[in-house]
C-alpha cells in the first residue's frame, strides 16, 4: 500500500538550510540551471501549444496536461536568450509553484534536461547583484558544485508572473 | 472511527520522520487513511484521545448535521407559509414540530447545547400549538420565523468552527412568554438527558437517498468531463479508421454509450429542483408587502424544474432583486388598485420550465407596467438614445439594465423599476443566461430569463481562424453566412456589413488576437453573427469545423482575465481550443 505523506515533516528536519536538498538540472542555450526536485511534477516532451491572445512573449500558451490546461512559459523567452527552433530534446518541466492565489501547475519549456543533483547549502552562492535589469527576484542563488556554475531558479517567482494585461482585479 | 485514523496518522507521520528519507513512503500495513478534503485531520496536531473521543469532534456528524439542519429550517419556513394561508393545518404544525424536535436531538447529541436549548423552548411553543393550547397567529409565526434564521446563524458559525452562540435574550424571553413559562426566572433547561438520543427519524416517506459532499461531486462531474474527452480522444484518432476489426467496433460502440449514460447520469445527479430557490421567494414576498402595505400573492409554478446546483445558488441574487422590483414598483397600493378595476390583492408569478435544452425562469406582476415615454424621455436625457430615434418597445425596455439608469431612475422615480436591474443582467450574463422583457402599460410586467441547464458543459460552435481554432458558445450565434462583396464597407476605417438590412459591426478575430495566415476577405471565409445584449456583430472566421458539447476548463490564473476569452475547451485531438467570451469581444471597452 502506497500513502504519500506530506513533505513539510521532512523540510522540519533541515530548517536552517532552506537550499540544502536535490535539484532537476537543465540547459538553456549555454547556461545550467536547477530547480528543486520537490517541485516538479513530471517531464512532458513537447507537444501542441494553443497560443493565448495578450499573452506577455514569454507566456507560449496552455496545453493539455491529461485534461488539465495548464500555462506554458518559454524559460528563453522570460531571460531574454535567443529564440531557438524547438528540437528533439526540447521538453515542457511541468512544475508546482506556490502564488498568491494558491498553488499551480505550470510548465517551463527548456532546451533539455541534464540530471538529478543534490546540493549542500555549503555549496549554494547567492546571486551576484547584476544591476536594475536582471529579473533577481528569480533566483534562489548559484551552485558550484561539478565545475558547472548552475543557476537555482525559485519557481514560484518564475510562475508569479507580471498581471496580464486587461486584468479586472 | 474519525479518531483511529487522526491516530495511525500520527505513528505513520512520526515514523516518517525518523526515516526522514523521501517524500514518499511505502508503508506495508497501513490502512489507506481517510482523506476527504476538508475534513483532514492536520498532522501536526498532537493525536487525539481515541477512548472517550466526543461525537461532537467528529467533524463529519457536525457536517452532516448542519446540512440536515438547513433543510429543516428551509422546510419549517415552508410549512409556516402554508400555515400562515391555513391556521388549522394540523399537518403543517406537526412538520414544524418534528423539524425543530430532530434538529434539538442531534444538536444535544452532538454537544452543541445552546442549539439543543434554543430549540427545546421554541418547541415548547410548538407543542402548544399542536395541542390547540395556543393559536397560530401571526405574532407565533413571525417569531418562529425569527427562530429559523437564529438557527441559520448558529449553523453558520459551528461551520466557522466558532462555538454555537446563544440566543438573544430578548428573543428567547419572546419565546418563553409565547410558551406560557413567562419571565425567565430559572436558568435555562438541562441539556437533554440520553433518553433524547438517538436522534429522532421523521417517519414521513422520504425517498431513499444518501448525503454526498458537493465537493466530491464536483469531482465526479468533472471525472465524467474527462471520460467524455477521453472517449473522444479514441473515436477521432485516426489510426483508428484504419483498422477494420468489428469486435474492436463493437466494444467502441459500446463504450459510447456508457460513456454518454455516465455523463448524463453524474450530471443529473448535480440537478436540483428550483423549488428550493422558490421557496425563499415566498418569505421575501411575505416581508416585502408587510413592510409596503401592499399586497400581494406569488403564485409560483414549475418548482420541480431541475437545474445545476451552482446556477440555482447564482440564481438567488438576481431573482431577489426582481421581485423586489415587482412589489416595490410595479404593484400599485391596494386603493390604487382597486380604483383602477383591479384586484385589491397584487398577482406576483414566478415560474420555471425547460425549454430546448435551456431553463427558462419568469418573474411577472399585474402591476402598473413600464412606461415607455418616461423611459425613452430618461434615456435621451442620459445620452443613451437619440431624440426621435425609431425604437422596438423590447429596445427601450432594455434602457433599465443600464448601469447608471437605474439609479437616475430611482432619484427621480419617473417610471419605478430599475433598482439594481444592471446587477440582475450583469448576473446572468455571468450565467451564459438572457434576458427578456415584455410590459403593457396598467396590466403589468413580465421579465423571462433564458439559462443554460448547467454550467460545465455548453454546445459550441468550433471555428477555425488561421491555423488556431476557437470556441464560440451556439447560445450567442445568431446565423453564419457568407457575405457578398457589395454588403462589405468600410467607414473610416472602421468595416460593417449590411445583413438584411442592419449594418453589423465586423471584428475580425485573427487581428484581435493575432492570428497569422488567416482569411482577409470575408467574402473568402465566414461571418459568424453574434449577439451580447441587443447588441450584434460579426466576428470573421476562415471557416467552420463544426458544433459539439463543449466541457468547459477554467483558465489558469495568469491567463484568466483575457479580454474576449472566457475558458478553454479540450478538444477530440487532445489539443486546448480557447472559449470566446461574446460579450467581452463585443464590450465597449474592448475595441480593435
Not at chain 2, 393545518?89 to 434539538?104: G, I, L, M, P
Not at chain 2, 418562529?144 to 466557522?160: F, G, H, N, P, S
Not at chain 2, 415607455?372 to 430615434?389: F, H, N, Y
Request: hydrophobic share 40%; proline share 6%.
Amino acid at each position: 500500500m502506497t500513502v504519500a505523506v506530506e513533505i513539510a515533516p521532512i523540510d522540519k528536519t533541515v530548517p536552517n538550510s532552506p537550499r540544502t536538498g536535490k535539484y532537476l538540472t537543465f540547459r538553456l542555450d549555454h547556461e545550467e540551471f536547477g530547480i528543486e526536485v520537490k517541485k516538479v511534477r513530471e517531464i512532458v516532451g513537447l507537444q501542441h501549444i494553443t497560443p493565448v491572445p495578450h499573452a506577455p512573449r514569454y507566456l507560449r500558451g496552455v496545453i493539455n496536461l491529461r485534461g488539465k490546461v495548464i500555462p506554458v512559459i518559454d524559460l528563453r523567452r522570460k531571460f531574454d536568450m535567443a529564440d531557438v527552433t524547438y528540437g528533439e530534446r526540447t521538453c515542457i518541466i511541468v512544475v508546482w509553484a506556490q502564488t498568491a492565489a494558491g498553488p499551480v501547475l505550470g510548465g517551463l519549456i527548456v532546451d533539455s534536461v541534464s540530471e538529478v543533483l543534490h546540493l549542500d547549502e555549503s555549496d549554494v552562492e547567492d546571486t551576484p547583484d547584476l544591476g536594475p535589469r536582471g529579473p533577481l527576484n528569480c533566483f534562489i542563488g548559484l551552485s558550484k558544485a561539478k565545475e558547472h556554475v548552475k543557476i537555482l531558479l525559485d519557481v514560484d517567482q518564475v510562475l508569479a508572473t507580471d498581471p496580464m494585461p486587461g486584468r479586472s482585479d | 472511527m474519525g479518531s483511529v485514523a487522526v491516530n495511525r496518522r500520527g505513528s505513520l507521520q512520526e515514523q516518517v520522520e525518523d526515516l526522514a528519507v523521501e517524500a514518499v513512503t511505502f508503508h506495508g500495513d497501513a490502512d489507506p487513511v481517510e482523506r476527504l478534503p476538508g475534513i483532514r485531520p492536520n498532522p501536526s496536531a498532537p493525536p487525539k484521545e481515541p477512548p472517550e473521543m466526543s461525537f461532537a469532534q467528529d467533524p463529519e456528524l457536525v457536517s452532516e448535521f448542519l446540512v440536515e439542519t438547513r433543510e429543516h429550517m428551509a422546510n419549517v419556513e415552508k410549512q409556516l407559509l402554508v400555515l400562515e394561508q391555513n391556521p388549522a393545518d394540523t399537518e403543517a404544525v406537526h412538520a414544524v414540530f418534528r423539524a425543530f424536535h430532530s434538529t434539538k436531538g442531534v444538536a444535544g447529541f452532538l454537544e452543541l447545547r445552546n442549539v439543543g436549548e434554543f430549540c427545546q423552548e421554541v418547541e415548547t411553543v410548538l407543542d402548544r400549538v399542536r395541542t390547540g393550547a395556543m393559536r397560530a397567529t401571526p405574532e407565533v409565526i413571525d417569531l418562529i420565523l425569527e427562530a429559523v434564521d437564529w438557527v441559520r446563524l448558529a449553523a453558520t458559525q459551528i461551520e466557522q468552527s466558532q462555538p454555537d452562540g446563544r440566543a438573544a435574550p430578548e428573543l428567547l424571553a419572546r419565546i418563553r412568554s409565547l410558551a406560557g413559562r413567562g419571565q425567565p426566572a430559572i436558568a435555562l433547561p438541562a441539556p437533554p438527558d440520553a433518553s433524547a438520543l438517538p436522534p429522532s427519524v421523521t417517519p414521513d416517506g422520504s425517498p431513499r437517498a444518501v448525503k454526498i459532499d458537493t465537493a466530491k461531486l464536483d469531482y465526479l462531474v468533472e471525472m465524467a468531463g474527462e471520460l467524455v474527452i477521453a472517449h473522444s480522444m479514441v473515436q477521432h484518432n485516426p489510426a483508428l479508421a484504419e483498422i477494420a476489426e468489428p469486435s474492436l467496433l463493437q466494444g467502441l460502440a459500446q463504450l459510447s454509450r456508457v460513456t454518454t449514460e455516465v455523463q448524463r447520469t453524474v450530471m443529473g445527479m448535480r440537478m436540483v429542483p428550483i423549488s428550493t430557490l422558490f421557496d425563499r421567494m415566498e418569505r421575501l414576498v411575505r416581508e416585502l408587502t408587510r413592510k409596503s402595505g401592499k399586497k400581494a400573492e406569488l403564485q409560483v409554478t414549475g418548482g420541480e424544474t431541475e437545474l445545476d446546483r451552482n446556477i440555482v445558488e447564482e440564481l438567488s441574487e438576481p431573482l431577489v432583486h426582481m421581485i423586489r422590483n415587482a412589489l416595490d414598483h410595479g404593484i400599485e397600493s391596494p386603493a390604487e388598485r382597486a380604483a383602477s378595476g383591479k384586484n385589491p390583492i397584487g398577482q406576483v408569478g414566478l415560474s420555471a420550465s425547460h425549454l430546448a435544452g435551456q431553463i427558462l425562469v419568469g418573474v411577472s406582476d399585474d402591476g402598473r407596467g413600464l412606461d415607455r415615454d418616461k423611459i425613452l424621455q430618461k434615456a435621451v436625457a442620459c445620452g443613451l438614445a437619440s431624440a426621435g430615434a425609431e425604437l422596438s418597445d423590447e429596445e427601450v425596455f432594455e434602457f433599465i439594465f443600464h448601469p447608471g439608469f437605474s439609479t437616475a431612475d430611482r432619484v427621480t422615480d419617473v417610471s419605478g423599476r430599475g433598482v439594481g436591474m444592471d446587477v440582475v443582467r450583469k448576473k446572468l450574463q455571468a450565467l451564459r443566461g438572457r434576458m427578456h422583457i415584455e410590459s403593457t402599460r396598467g396590466k403589468g410586467t413580465w421579465l423571462l430569463a433564458k439559462l443554460p441547464l448547467t454550467l460545465a458543459i455548453i454546445d459550441g460552435m468550433l471555428i477555425g481562424v488561421g491555423a488556431e481554432r476557437y470556441v464560440v458558445p451556439v447560445s450567442a450565434v445568431r446565423e453564419v453566412l457568407r457575405p457578398v462583396p457589395e454588403a462589405c464597407h468600410t467607414l473610416r476605417g472602421g468595416e460593417f456589413v449590411m445583413i438584411r438590412g442592419s449594418a453589423l459591426p465586423l471584428v475580425r478575430l485573427a487581428r484581435a488576437f493575432a492570428v497569422p495566415g488567416a482569411v482577409e476577405d470575408p467574402c473568402a471565409g465566414l461571418l459568424i453573427v453574434v449577439e451580447s445584449g441587443l447588441e450584434k456583430r460579426c466576428l470573421l472566421a476562415d471557416r467552420l469545423v463544426g458544433i459539439q458539447e463543449i466541457v468547459i476548463k477554467s483558465l489558469a490564473e495568469s491567463v484568466k482575465h483575457i479580454p474576449g476569452i472566457s475558458g478553454s475547451a479540450i478538444l477530440g485531438d487532445g489539443h486546448v481550443s480557447l472559449i470566446l467570451d461574446i460579450d467581452g469581444l463585443l464590450g465597449h471597452e474592448v475595441t480593435y
